[in-house]
């Protein structure tokens, strides 16, 4: 049950509280709240904002599951251009003042408004995905191993180019992004070391829209697809679409990220050109945090999903890949020496 001291919130303060929100980001309620006006999980999101079947959609999906099971108030904030990291902290400390709990940072990007909400809020549970530097007590760092995943898009990449060139589109070019990178490198050279990979930052800076931008990470996936790549991976957020969108015009396999890309209504009409997605289950991160806080025993600390856990995985919603007997078994033995420890997947 959830505690009485997150129950109570003054109607003034909170038709207030909205105000400071919608400066600094739209805000979206949903759920009824109970007689008490209890509140729940909400969360803030990354660039790109909500839409962009990809990473946001999946912390998204956590949030729906959470007021669904646990019947509260829920809110969920779009990023703003050119926004700061006062801007940030501002709009997770106007949702903990609201009484919601948890908060979450949907995004690395969130790491200092993220540390600053929670030491005026100790009482309240944050949480930010796809960092790992904050020590706090009040905080859980939600984090992947993004780059076994990524080895195993590899290794799919790999078995399935017949060109044997390959290639990788990332947003930005950031520590976060370079696991992707290393991952899948890494799977293609350990399936067949005659496969030529081809790597492309789209941008140095999030700022620049390497996560935001499709008309960008169509021009990058195109380029690589002159130079023979008939197989393109994209960790870029909703710059993303723009690969797939590339690929599937020119014939080519396109590997998907974050959630199942084949199952995404927006990218219907490429689906058959994607043949898997590298998934991380931010979902489930952001469902199982509103959980502990439910259950009165808050995740804080580093919260790690990898193959393992099961918080990462390929998608096997395109028949030809899953019904690719060769390619499947050949995934399945990766997938178990990662697990054993036999293959160590390098993160840079």
């Given at each position: 049950m959830r505690r009485i001291s997150r129950i109570t919130v003054a109607g003034a303060a909170t038709a207030s509280l909205a105000l400071a929100l919608s400066a600094c980001g739209s805000t979206s309620t949903s759920g009824s709240s109970d007689s008490k006006g209890d509140k729940g999980l909400a969360i803030a999101y990354d660039v790109g904002?909500?839409?962009?079947?990809s990473f946001?959609?999946?912390?998204f999906?956590?949030?729906?599951?959470?007021?669904?099971?646990?019947?509260?108030?829920?809110?969920d904030v779009?990023?703003?251009?050119?926004?700061?990291?006062?801007?940030?902290?501002?709009?997770?400390?106007?949702?903990?003042?609201?009484?919601y709990n948890p908060v979450i940072g949907v995004g690395y990007?969130?790491?200092?408004?993220?540390?600053?909400?929670?030491?005026?809020?100790?009482?309240?549970?944050?949480?930010?995905?796809?960092?790992?530097?904050?020590n706090t007590k009040n905080v859980a760092d939600l984090v992947f191993s993004e780059e076994q995943a990524s080895y195993l898009a590899g290794v799919a990449a790999a078995k399935s180019s017949k060109s044997k060139v390959v290639g990788f589109v990332g947003g930005v070019d950031i520590p976060l992004i370079h696991k992707f990178q290393a991952g899948f490198a890494q799977g293609v050279k350990d399936t067949d070391p005659k496969v030529k990979v081809l790597s492309q930052y789209l941008t140095q800076t999030a700022e620049e829209g390497g996560f935001s931008s499709p008309d960008k990470g169509k021009t990058a996936a195109e380029g690589q697809i002159e130079k023979k790549a008939d197989v393109v991976y994209a960790a870029a957020g909703l710059s993303g679409q723009g690969v797939i969108e590339a690929a599937a015009t020119n014939k080519v396999?396109?590997?998907?990220?974050?959630?199942?890309q084949y199952q995404q209504e927006a990218l219907a009409k490429y689906k058959d050109s994607i043949l898997t997605s590298a998934m991380k289950d931010v979902a489930k991160a952001v469902?199982?945090?509103?959980?502990?806080?439910?259950?009165?025993?808050?995740?804080?600390?580093?919260?790690?999903?990898?193959?393992?856990?099961?918080?990462?995985?390929?998608?096997?919603?395109?028949?030809?890949?899953?019904?690719?007997?060769?390619?499947?078994?050949?995934?399945k033995t990766a997938k178990e020496k990662i697990i054993s420890g036999e293959i160590k997947v390098k993160s840079s």
């Open positions: 904002g909500k839409g962009d079947q946001n959609d999946a912390a999906a956590g949030l729906e599951q959470a007021k669904k099971e646990f019947g509260y108030q829920t809110a779009e990023p703003t251009e050119g926004e700061t990291n006062a801007d940030k902290e501002q709009r997770l400390a106007s949702l903990a003042k609201q009484g990007a969130y790491a200092a408004a993220v540390k600053g909400a929670a030491a005026k809020f100790p009482d309240t549970t944050f949480g930010i995905v796809d960092d790992a530097t904050i396999w396109a590997i998907g990220v974050d959630s199942d469902y199982n945090l509103a959980k502990s806080v439910e259950d009165g025993k808050p995740e804080t600390g580093i919260v790690r999903g990898d193959l393992k856990t099961g918080e990462v995985s390929l998608s096997n919603s395109n028949p030809k890949f899953a019904d690719d007997a060769e390619l499947q078994e050949a995934i």
